[in-house]
């Protein structure tokens, strides 16, 4: 027996002001989204990983029998069983591999014959420090998909065809859990603070499962395409559009995209396909910052895009922006939210979400180089909105906090401006409420 356990997501509490400015966002956000997208299927915050439940699919085609469950099922579940499992497979990102760790000490414990391996897209790229930190795993497991399952049980496995996911081996029904899903994996793309770009790309599935989804799902049920870059080129974007379009789904889709690979003709075939929502990074409005992290569109070109983008659909546009990158200075940040404020006043950005920066660890990578100096090697806190675990030559820690929180609050009151309100509470209410990945799992209820 396998247990396949998914430590993807997980709840953590943050910082009370952080906190209260996310809330504030999300009313924003809530209001902008019913006016721009209308109503949608009830909104669930529940969520499961597509490539792990792939894994899960692939196992269970193999005739072995695979559990699998959500990381706060476990310890119920060790304590409840008869039969241990021979083997456990964690997949985690990095701030939950001490959590792993953890559990897997919990799980030697009770079953010393069970094997507990550990995968994921950290892993992936910090292969040789989670073995050093954490000598408890007794395998960690890289690779996507086929490959991965058979890492997970030690044999190579054959036996899928058709269906990739199967739903039914989630622990609760389809119909409770937000919906990502993805076409394609990886990303052909180097920006420096991203661990995608290190990834293999691949193409999966070029409808993101939707064809069966449609048949489980309601209309107008939100589905997120959890690619990197959806397609990653235009013929990419092409295939992608056209399976999408080919399902006669009938779902709000949402997806990241890359600006400068955007013409007017994908603009309309990403539109013609369902899609309601395009993503884009601009991270800041400092041309030398993005060229240092190797980000090869200019700020100029950028806005060009995002106003051709504009012309030619109703997309609600969502714009994501890193703070703390090396090389910011408070100056540049605040030359950035000067910029942002102009992006949202005048209508050509719907939302625009702010993240922390972080030096994740990747095996071989010396962050020294950059200027980055990590001060917190608990990998816990590693996710983008706890207390920053590094200091730059241009700032410390004290000063990249702060000047997260007041990006968080710019953005709220340019948002709020750009809508017609000088304060939260002018806000009508509406019955919807937008799940939103860190909403759910990072803001503890
Ligand atoms: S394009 Fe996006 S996903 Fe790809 S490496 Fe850059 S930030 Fe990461």
Not at 22 to 46: C, D, L, N, Q, W
Not at 154 to 159: A, E, I, V, Y
Not at 407 to 424: E, Q, Y
Request: aromatic share 12%.
């Amino acid at each position: 027996m396998v247990w396949l356990v998914d430590y993807t997501h997980y709840t953590k509490d943050i910082d009370p002001e952080l906190a209260r400015l996310r809330s504030e966002y999300f009313e924003i956000k809530t209001y902008k989204r019913a006016m721009i997208i209308g109503e949608t299927a009830p909104v669930k915050t529940r969520v499961f990983s597509t490539g792990l439940l792939r894994i899960a699919t692939i196992l269970a085609r193999n005739d072995i029998d695979v559990k699998y469950i959500h990381y706060y099922m476990l310890e119920d579940l060790l304590d409840s069983t008869e039969e241990y499992p021979e083997i456990v497979a964690f997949s985690a990102v990095c701030p939950t591999v001490p959590h792993c760790a953890r559990m897997a000490e919990l799980i030697k414990a009770k079953s010393p014959k069970t094997k507990v391996k550990l995968g994921g897209s950290h892993v992936n790229v910090c292969t040789e420090e989670t073995l050093r930190r954490y000598p408890v795993f007794d395998e960690l497991t890289k690779g996507y998909e086929c490959e991965g399952a058979s890492k997970v049980v030690g044999r190579k496995l054959n036996g899928v065809s058709e269906i990739y996911v199967d739903y039914s081996l989630l622990p609760y029904p389809i119909t409770e859990y937000a919906i990502n899903t993805f076409s394609s994996m990886g990303c052909p793309f180097a920006c420096s603070y991203c661990v995608d770009g290190l990834a293999p790309h691949f193409v999966a599935q070029p409808d993101g499962n939707l064809g069966v989804l449609k048949e489980l799902l309601p209309r107008r049920n939100l589905v997120h395409f959890f690619d990197s870059v959806l397609g990653f080129s235009a013929d990419g974007i092409r295939r992608v559009t056209e399976a999408v379009k080919r399902t006669e789904h009938d779902f709000i889709l949402s997806c990241d995209m890359r600006a400068d690979l955007l013409t007017p003709e994908l603009v309309h075939l990403i539109e013609g396909a369902g899609f309601r929502e395009i993503r884009m990074g601009i991270e800041s409005s400092d041309d030398e910052l993005l060229s240092m992290n190797k980000r090869t569109l200019s700020v100029k070109r950028f806005e060009e895009q995002v106003k051709m983008v504009r012309a030619n659909s109703n997309l609600y546009i969502t714009l994501y922006s890193i703070t703390g990158l090396p090389g910011t200075t408070r100056e540049s940040q605040m030359r950035t939210l000067e910029y942002f404020d102009y992006l949202l006043m005048d209508k050509l950005a719907d939302e625009i979400k702010n993240a922390l920066y972080v030096p994740y660890p990747i095996d071989g990578l010396d962050y020294l180089k950059r200027g980055v100096y990590v001060t917190n090697d608990d990998w816990a806190c590693y996710d983008r909105q706890s207390y920053p675990v590094f200091h730059t030559d241009l700032m410390s820690e004290a000063e990249i906090w702060s000047v997260y929180l007041d990006t968080a609050r710019s953005i709220n009151n340019s948002w709020l401006r750009s809508c017609g309100f000088d304060t939260p509470r002018d806000i009508p209410k509406t019955d919807i409420q937008y799940a939103e990945y860190i909403q759910a799992n990072y803001l503890r209820k």
